[in-house]
């Protein structure tokens, strides 16, 4: 049989996890990083690739420092590709499964307290474009708990905001409904108007379909949205590691907290698996022992 190289064979797999997938276009870029640099390493054909080049690939990344997130990524991008190759009978087998996940911590995100989400979504001040279009991103953010990339992409269409809800397309492009609360409606109403009357005094173009948009007119990129939720987190003495992330991981366990039911998170939250919801959703100690207490035969009810 006759073998393309390992390059021209990594090219038509971005083709497929892009159109067949719906691969978003930040895991197509970190994939096709991740291949290449397991191509230049590797140097062999494709039907030659054994388990000892992939763990040599694995070696070579620990010892140069990679995280062991870093190296479960990309062991996992290798596994992705030999596998396509496998089951198009490009290869015999896939070597990659054979390869163990590097074993690594698991640490819970960042969460808020109520007080402290409270705070930040509160912290833009101003009847402006740009002041009403930020306090809308950080309530809409806390208020339904998507991810930044379904922020970024969101059109003027995918918003009801008379019933409160909103459609966003979440990974491999699936599309779901999420409600928001009123404050977040009340903030997305001010945006709307502040939107209409900047775009008409920078006489933009009237078919800019994104709604949340930048000061030249253009789609609001998750770096941006990132760069505005570090901005009020420090404008208000939040430390650590705060980004949109933080307010879908709080957004989850204030539910959870509230007493929300864990599939019911998981539909919000727009997770295929209960699994990938559960790290979400931790409770502090405290709140565990209250519920122990007031639920418990044997807890102290006093």
Request: aromatic letters at 8%; charged letters at 25%.
């Given at each position: 049989?006759?073998?393309?190289?390992?390059?021209?064979?990594?090219?038509?797999?971005?083709?497929?996890?892009?159109v067949?997938?719906?691969?978003?276009?930040?895991?197509?870029?970190?994939?096709?990083k991740?291949?290449?640099?397991?191509?230049?390493?590797?140097k062999?054909q494709?039907?030659?690739?054994?388990?000892?080049?992939?763990?040599?690939?694995?070696?070579?990344?620990?010892?140069?420092?990679k995280?062991?997130s870093?190296?479960?990524r990309?062991?996992?991008?290798?596994?992705?590709?030999?596998?396509?190759?496998?089951?198009?009978?490009?290869?015999?087998?896939?070597?990659?499964?054979?390869?163990?996940?590097?074993?690594?911590?698991?640490?819970?995100?960042?969460?808020?307290?109520?007080?402290?989400?409270?705070?930040?979504?509160?912290?833009?001040?101003?009847?402006?474009?740009?002041?009403?279009?930020?306090?809308?991103?950080?309530?809409?953010?806390?208020?339904?708990?998507?991810?930044?990339?379904?922020?970024?992409?969101?059109?003027?269409?995918?918003?009801?905001?008379?019933?409160?809800?909103?459609k966003?397309?979440g990974?491999?492009?699936?599309?779901?409904?999420?409600?928001?609360?009123?404050?977040?409606?009340?903030?997305?109403?001010?945006?709307?108007?502040?939107?209409?009357?900047?775009k008409?005094?920078?006489?933009?173009?009237?078919n800019?379909?994104?709604?949340?948009?930048?000061?030249?007119?253009?789609r609001?990129?998750?770096?941006?949205?990132?760069?505005?939720?570090?901005?009020y987190?420090?404008?208000?003495?939040?430390?650590?590691?705060?980004?949109?992330?933080?307010?879908?991981?709080?957004?989850?366990?204030?539910?959870?907290?509230?007493?929300?039911?864990?599939?019911?998170?998981?539909?919000?939250?727009?997770?295929?698996?209960?699994?990938?919801?559960?790290?979400?959703?931790?409770?502090?100690?405290?709140?565990?022992?209250?519920?122990?207490?007031?639920?418990?035969?044997?807890?102290?009810?006093?």
């Amino acid at each position: 049989m006759q073998f393309n190289s390992l390059n021209e064979l990594i090219e038509r797999f971005m083709r497929h996890i892009k159109v067949e997938r719906g691969f978003s276009d930040h895991t197509l870029r970190a994939y096709k990083k991740d291949l290449h640099e397991f191509s230049s390493f590797c140097k062999s054909q494709p039907e030659f690739i054994e388990v000892i080049d992939i763990r040599g690939f694995i070696s070579s990344l620990m010892i140069n420092g990679k995280s062991k997130s870093t190296v479960s990524r990309k062991l996992a991008a290798v596994r992705s590709f030999l596998s396509y190759l496998n089951s198009n009978g490009l290869i015999k087998l896939n070597p990659a499964k054979l390869v163990p996940m590097p074993k690594k911590a698991n640490p819970l995100p960042n969460f808020l307290s109520v007080d402290e989400a409270f705070d930040l979504v509160q912290s833009p001040e101003g009847a402006n474009f740009i002041n009403s279009r930020d306090k809308a991103i950080l309530e809409l953010l806390y208020s339904s708990g998507i991810r930044v990339s379904e922020l970024s992409s969101i059109n003027i269409d995918d918003l009801n905001l008379k019933e409160g809800l909103l459609k966003v397309k979440g990974k491999g492009k699936k599309e779901r409904i999420v409600p928001f609360g009123d404050k977040a409606s009340d903030a997305l109403k001010s945006y709307v108007v502040e939107r209409m009357l900047y775009k008409k005094k920078k006489s933009f173009r009237d078919n800019q379909s994104a709604f949340f948009l930048n000061i030249r007119g253009g789609r609001l990129t998750d770096r941006q949205i990132r760069r505005i939720v570090v901005k009020y987190a420090r404008n208000i003495g939040l430390n650590g590691q705060i980004g949109p992330h933080t307010l879908r991981h709080s957004f989850a366990t204030h539910l959870l907290i509230g007493g929300a039911d864990l599939r019911v998170i998981q539909e919000l939250l727009g997770h295929s698996s209960i699994s990938t919801t559960q790290k979400y959703t931790h409770l502090d100690i405290g709140h565990l022992i209250d519920v122990y207490d007031k639920t418990h035969p044997f807890g102290n009810k006093s």
